[in-house]
Nanobody, 115 residues
Framework: QVQFVESGGGSVRPGGSLRLSCLVS????????MGWFRQAPGKEREFVAA????????NYADSVKGRFTVSRDNAKSTVYLQMNSLNPDDSGMYFC????????WGQGTQVTVSS
């Protein structure tokens, strides 16, 4: 069973940056497209970004285009999300998962953007 451990969240001021990591176990990362998702309090979980199993393929939500960059290191079985120019609307719990079909969710990592 594929499992995910997200890390790298924290509290930053508007305009700041964070780099999230997602360690994938129980599966060969090379075989999967992977997505990042987020959920703010009282809101539904939403898609943020994805990296496809084939090299170079990425997909972003309009709200993060030009600010976030998704990448992967298959050798380390890890997916990354570099987040720049953060704003309060980016706050929430961030999760990674297989994409577009989802597996069981991990614990996520909290991102708080506040002045």
């Amino acid at each position: 069973q594929v499992q995910f451990v997200e890390s790298g969240g924290g509290s930053v001021r508007p305009g700041g940056s964070l780099r999230l990591s997602c360690l994938v176990s129980g599966a060969t990362l090379n075989d999967y497209s992977m997505g990042w998702f987020r959920q703010a309090p009282g809101k539904e979980r939403e898609f943020v970004a994805a990296t496809t199993w084939y090299i170079g393929g990425t997909n972003y939500a309009d709200s993060v285009k030009g600010r976030f960059t998704v990448s992967r290191d298959n050798a380390k079985s890890t997916v990354y999300l570099q987040m720049n120019s953060l704003n309060p609307d980016d706050s929430g719990m961030y999760f990674c998962n297989t994409w577009p079909s989802e597996s069981a969710w991990g614990q996520g990592t909290q991102v708080t953007v506040s002045s």
